[in-house]
C-alpha cells in the first residue's frame, strides 16, 4: 500500500524555522516525482514546491520562492521541506504528494500525506 | 483570489445530477489537463479525475470530467450523501511554472 506520512508540523514563532519531513512506503520512492500543498484553516488548497525524481528539477510558489527548499533522500524514503522566515500566513496544514504522469496525459498528484499542522504565532 | 475559478458551492438531493464548473485561461486548462480531487471533512485530498476524464482505480463512473477550452466541468450522476465534499480542480500552468488550483466547491447533499 502506498503510504506518505508528514511530521515535523508544530508551534513556530514568525522569523522561525522549521523543517517537514514525508517519509513514504509501499512503492520506489526514488523513482516518482513529488510535490508540497498546503491548506490554510477553512481555505483551499495552495501548491508551494516541485521536485522531480532525479533532484534536478525544482519549482516554487512565488509566495514562498527564497524562503522554503524542497528536497529529497532517496536513502530514507524521505522528502522534506525546508521553511524560513516563516510568517503568520504560513500557518496551514501541509500536506505531501506523489505525482504521476507524462508529456502525453499530463501529470497529477495521486497519492497524499494525512498532512502535519503548522502554526505560526507570536 | 484563485487562478481557478470554481462556484463556492452546489448541491442536490440524492440521485440527482451536479456538475461543478472551473474557469481558467489559456496558460493553463487552455494548454494542460485538468484533474479534479476530493476532499472531505478532515480528510487530506484524494484524486477523483485526472487528465480531464480517466478516473483512478475504485472511483465511480458516476463520476466524470470534461473540458473545452479554458474551462473544465466535473460531473457527479446518483447523487450519494458520502460525495459531500470539497471538489477542486487543478491545472498546471505554463505561464506562471506553479500548479493552480480552484478556490474549491462544497458540494451539498440535501
Known amino acids: 500500500e502506498v503510504q506518505l506520512v508528514e511530521s515535523g508540523g508544530g508551534l513556530v514563532q514568525p522569523g522561525g524555522s522549521l523543517r517537514l519531513s514525508c517519509v513514504t512506503s509501499?512503492?520506489?520512492?526514488?523513482?516518482?516525482?513529488y510535490d508540497w500543498v498546503r491548506q490554510a484553516p477553512g481555505k483551499g488548497l495552495e501548491w508551494l514546491s516541485y521536485i522531480n525524481a532525479g533532484g534536478t528539477l525544482i519549482y516554487y510558489a512565488p509566495s514562498v520562492k527564497g524562503r522554503f527548499t524542497i528536497s529529497k533522500d532517496n536513502a530514507e524514503n524521505s522528502l522534506y521541506l525546508q521553511m524560513n522566515s516563516l510568517r503568520d500566513e504560513d500557518t496551514a496544514t501541509y500536506y505531501c504528494a506523489r505525482e504521476l504522469g507524462n508529456d502525453g496525459e499530463g501529470y497529477w498528484f495521486d497519492s497524499w500525506g494525512r498532512g502535519t499542522l503548522v502554526t505560526v504565532s507570536s | 483570489q484563485s487562478v481557478l475559478t470554481q462556484p463556492p458551492s452546489a448541491s442536490g438531493t440524492p440521485g440527482q445530477r451536479v456538475t461543478i464548473s472551473c474557469s481558467g485561461s489559456g496558460s493553463n486548462i487552455g494548454g494542460n489537463t485538468v484533474n479534479w480531487y476530493q476532499q472531505s471533512p478532515g480528510t487530506a485530498p484524494k484524486l477523483l479525475i485526472y487528465?480531464?476524464?480517466q478516473r483512478p482505480s475504485g472511483v465511480p463512473d458516476r463520476f466524470s470530467g470534461s473540458k473545452s477550452g479554458t474551462s473544465a466541468s466535473l460531473a457527479i450522476s446518483g447523487l450519494q450523501s458520502e460525495d459531500e465534499a470539497t471538489y477542486f480542480c487543478?491545472?498546471?500552468?505554463?505561464?506562471?511554472?506553479?500548479?493552480?488550483f480552484g478556490g474549491g466547491t462544497k458540494l451539498t447533499v440535501l
Open positions: 509501499g512503492f520506489s520512492f526514488s523513482g516518482y516525482s
Open positions: 487528465s480531464h476524464n
Open positions: 487543478a491545472a498546471w500552468d505554463d505561464s506562471l511554472s506553479i500548479w493552480v
